[in-house]
């Protein structure tokens, strides 16, 4: 069964360095998403990127915060400058379109810690 | 308050009883909704969802219903088993024009004890 693949698994770094996260979405879908989980909490949306472009973002996606499709497979997060209150699981997402059905598809996650 | 919320936080059952998961929501626009299972460390797996329009929906083990008077998604799991143990999340989604918007709630935890 398809699914979304994200890398890495873990990752820790040091308050202020960048961070990329990457993804697989699903290879027919079009719509994709970055969500996170504080550890205890639940799943809020970050953003959505449809056709090359950012379709909607929450308030938590600030300036720091950046996504890129830069080729046909890949959905990158990158956050330029880590914070503490950054670390959290990562959850890249993808869905197709209408006919194909209307669910969202999330991958295992990447866990950031920043220290 | 919340869009989507969970009635109770935490639910503990017996090896082969049914479970009854609660979720209530605010928008009544909401055109869908999905149930996904949450497993420690891992992320939101797909379990079963259902459209406005639908009161009912069956899968396997699995049944969703929804009661749009009072804005109230149940998830019922037959003859619960331990790897049924994980946090299980309602989600609503809203289509508003060429928009796609799925709000989760907080999330019961579901222990099954053998």
């Known amino acids: 069964e398809p699914e979304v693949t994200q890398t890495p698994s873990h990752q820790v770094t040091q308050m202020g360095q960048e961070v990329i996260l990457r993804c697989v979405p699903i290879?027919?879908?079009?719509?994709f998403y970055w969500y996170r989980q504080i550890l205890g909490q639940k799943v809020e949306f970050l953003v959505s990127?449809?056709?090359?472009?950012?379709?909607?973002k929450s308030e938590i996606f600030d300036d720091q915060f950046s996504v890129e499709r830069p080729d046909g497979s890949n959905f990158t997060l990158k956050i330029r400058s880590t914070k503490l209150e950054d670390s959290a699981m990562y959850f890249c997402?993808?869905?197709?379109?209408?006919?194909?059905?209307?669910?969202?598809?999330f991958g295992e996650g990447s866990w950031l810690t920043v220290v | 308050g919340e869009s989507v919320g969970l009635h109770l936080p935490t639910l503990s059952v017996q090896e082969g009883d049914n479970s009854i998961i609660n979720c209530a929501y605010s928008?009544?626009?909401?055109?869908?909704f999905i149930w996904y299972k949450q497993e420690s460390g891992k992320g939101p797996q797909f379990i079963i969802d259902?459209?406005?329009?639908?009161d009912k929906r069956q899968g396997q083990r699995v049944t969703v219903l929804l009661n749009k008077t009072v804005k109230h998604l149940s998830l019922q799991i037959a003859a619960t088993q331990p790897g049924d143990s994980a946090v299980y999340f309602c989600?609503?989604?809203?289509?508003?024009?060429?928009?796609?918007?799925?709000?989760f709630g907080k999330g019961t935890l579901l222990t099954v004890n053998p």
């Open positions: 997402a993808s869905r197709g379109d209408s006919s194909s059905g209307n669910t969202i598809y």
């Open positions: 259902i459209r406005s329009n639908m």
């Open positions: 990127f449809y056709n090359n472009e950012i379709s909607e």
């Open positions: 290879s027919n879908h079009l719509y």
């Open positions: 989600a609503e989604i809203f289509y508003g024009g060429s928009n796609y918007k799925l709000t």
């Open positions: 928008n009544s626009a909401s055109d869908y």
